[in-house]
């Protein structure tokens, strides 16, 4: 077997393949699910942190591996649901529909702990966290800041993913940071989705991991390989989220579609309505017209006999004038 098909074969675990469960905006992690999964199995953390959660799409990455995997990580999301000047700031519904979606499936070995990073920090012993994600605000005196205090709490395997450590926009500072720390332990980067840092910080990192990280360290086309492999599942990944939008953007169409026919349909209906009591009413001052008809002529028709034998008589009085007039023209 050559160096590269063993690589395939240690990457090609069922887990990669498994669609994730939740895939929300935003998308940037969207892409990186499979290689959090194919991590949560590598390592089998006995205690997993994530810093910075957000909608959960890397969280519930890593908790559907360990509930798939049957493993017996505790998992633990810190974030305050509140946003930063990177993420945005956000509303409450954020984190009431991550609350419903994890609680639902993950809560009997995963907690939403709602607080700053710093006061969390309380709550972990030191040498006690596996495996820890830094994805929180990303200048890089924040993310500085996350690492150095989180740090004394990793354990002898313990490995931090670093999130967006390509992105050189604006004020990110993952990016420099991640050279610098580069230089001082074992690590692995893909490029895809912004960027994923994985920094090898335990002295016993199990092996699956640490083997990877030295020949892609020591070997371009090997960490090629190894970058190519998660960017295609992460571009299926994205597909299913854009499946996903299109679906919902079809199914709002439909319900319009639909409000909009029934709309017509209710319209139609009132106008049958109307077109009824038109008719109904054309007929009732039809009738009424006919009556009032009718009735001149009951009324005018004696007159009518009166006016004709006025007729009568006017033109016999004219008559009687003329040939008086004539009489005296004759006499004078
Ligand atoms: C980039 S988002 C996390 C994205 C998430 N990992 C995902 O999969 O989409 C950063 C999150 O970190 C949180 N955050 C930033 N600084 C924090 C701090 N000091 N304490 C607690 N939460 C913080 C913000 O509220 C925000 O939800």
């Not at 299913?240 to 209710?266: F, G, H, N, P």
Request: aromatic share 8%.
């Amino acid at each position: 077997m050559s160096n590269q098909e063993s690589i395939l074969q240690a990457l090609a675990r069922p887990i990669v393949f498994q669609v994730p469960r939740r895939l929300t905006s935003p998308p940037s992690w969207v892409m990186h699910a499979p290689l959090a999964m194919w991590l949560v199995e590598a390592l089998r953390p006995s205690v997993l942190v994530e810093l910075g959660t957000y909608s959960g799409t890397s969280y519930c990455a890593f908790c559907q591996a360990v509930q798939q995997l049957k493993l017996p990580t505790k998992c633990y999301a810190v974030d305050t649901w509140k946003g930063d000047p990177h993420a945005s700031w956000y509303g409450e519904e954020v984190y009431e529909d991550l609350r419903r979606h994890h609680d639902a499936q993950y809560a009997s070995f995963s907690r939403l702990v709602r607080e700053d990073f710093d006061s969390a920090l309380a709550h972990f012993d030191d040498g006690s966290i596996d495996l820890l994600h830094i994805d929180g605000y990303h200048t890089y005196d924040a993310v500085k800041h996350d690492f150095e205090s989180w740090k004394p709490k990793l354990s002898n395997r313990g490995v931090v993913l670093f999130h967006d450590t390509n992105v050189r926009e604006r004020d990110f500072g993952v990016a420099q940071l991640w050279e610098e720390l580069k230089r001082s332990w074992p690590s692995l980067e893909v490029l895809h989705g912004h960027g994923l840092g994985i920094l090898l910080v335990g002295k016993d990192v199990p092996q699956p991991l640490a083997a990877l990280a030295e020949r892609t360290g020591a070997s371009s086309d090997d960490l090629r390989l190894f970058q190519d492999f998660f960017a295609h599942l992460g571009r299926a990944c994205l597909a299913e989220v854009s499946l996903e939008e299109s679906r919902a953007t079809i199914a709002e169409r439909d319900a319009s579609v639909d409000s909009l026919l029934a709309r017509c349909t209710q319209i139609a209906g009132e106008r049958d309505e109307d077109r009824r009591a038109f008719s109904a009413e054309m007929s009732r001052l039809n009738q009424l017209y006919r009556q009032e008809l009718a009735k001149p002529k009951g009324f005018l028709a004696p007159l009518l006999v009166i006016k004709r034998a006025l007729g009568r008589l006017c033109r016999g009085c004219s008559a009687e004038k003329d040939a008086s007039r004539k009489d005296v023209a004759i006499s004078g």
